[in-house]
């Protein structure tokens, strides 16, 4: 059984990390129920990943499993069978108690591209630059970043550059005069990947991101980003900036293809898309020992 928190204040990241773990499960012949937290749950099942900010998967009233693993990029120390820590840059020192710790950017869990998903060529003039600031963002940063990038009238070889906002269903949904609105429930995967650059948080739109090679401007909307994205940052996978300077950052970019193309390489190499499979090892792993 997967769990996951999702909803207002929460977005859809803890959601596509499951979503990704279970596509794995699934192919490998494993019956798999994924499960929307509340604040009452209990669940019970041979095996139980818990990613959950609000709850705790070591409280003993909450999860009964032969197998109790989390998905934690807090450090909250949990005392599970496996913690999965899928910032890239992480360590397992933040994670004594348990028995195993998966920590860093090979256990990024992301979805494997749709088989019909196009990537843009990075090498070709900057046609369109999506933003997304997660499905919760209620104070619409998204939308004042997609603004101010439309109001520069951005241009490349492909003529004036198309500013794209996803709107999550949880967040602000005015869309800014010029801009593109974006709604996209069943995943992000195919617009990322049409994306000349992206503007994200450092959610898991990110590391999706960053499995498809794109261009990426990185903001750190909350504490628990930083670690994502200052730690791709030294990877030299993405420009990290602020919403006061994410317009630079954006031009930067429409005007470099060099730069565009390094960032590319460095982002497939930081993020490989095997990270579910690794994760799926060691649950095999631990049920079966």
């Known amino acids: 059984m997967l769990v996951f928190d999702e909803g207002p204040g929460v977005g859809l990241g803890h959601r596509r990390r499951m979503e990704a773990l279970a596509a794995e499960l699934t192919s490998r012949g494993y019956d798999c129920a994924l499960v929307a937290l509340d604040a009452t749950s209990t669940v019970a099942a041979d095996v139980v990943v818990v990613d959950s900010y609000r709850l705790r998967a070591d409280a003993a009233t909450f999860a009964r499993a032969r197998v109790v693993g989390a998905v934690d990029d807090l450090g909250r120390d949990l005392a599970v069978d496996v913690v999965v820590d899928p910032s890239p840059g992480a360590v397992g020192a933040a994670h004594r108690r348990a028995r195993r710790v998966l920590a860093g950017a090979a256990y990024a869990l992301v979805s494997e591209p749709h088989s019909d998903t196009i990537e843009a060529a990075v090498d070709e003039p900057v046609a369109r630059v999506v933003v997304t600031m997660g499905a919760a963002d209620a104070e619409g940063v998204g939308a004042c970043i997609a603004d101010t990038l439309a109001q520069c009238e951005l241009s490349s070889g492909a003529g004036l550059v198309e500013i794209r906002l996803v709107v999550g269903p949880w967040g602000a949904s005015d869309v800014p005069c010029g801009v593109t609105q974006v709604w ?106």
């Open 184 to 289: 996209a429930p069943d995943g992000l995967g195919r617009e990322l990947a049409s994306a000349s650059v992206v503007v994200t948080a450092g959610g898991v739109s990110l590391l999706e991101s960053c499995r498809l090679g794109r261009p990426i401007v990185a903001v750190a909307l909350a504490d628990n980003q930083r670690q994502a994205v200052f730690g791709l940052e030294q990877e030299g996978a993405v420009i990290v900036a602020t919403p006061q300077t994410v317009v630079g950052a954006v031009r930067s970019l429409v005007d470099d293809r060099h730069r565009r193309q390094m960032l590319s390489a460095a982002a497939r190499s930081a993020i490989d898309g095997e990270g579910a499979a690794r994760v799926a090892d060691m649950l095999e792993q631990l049920a079966f020992r």
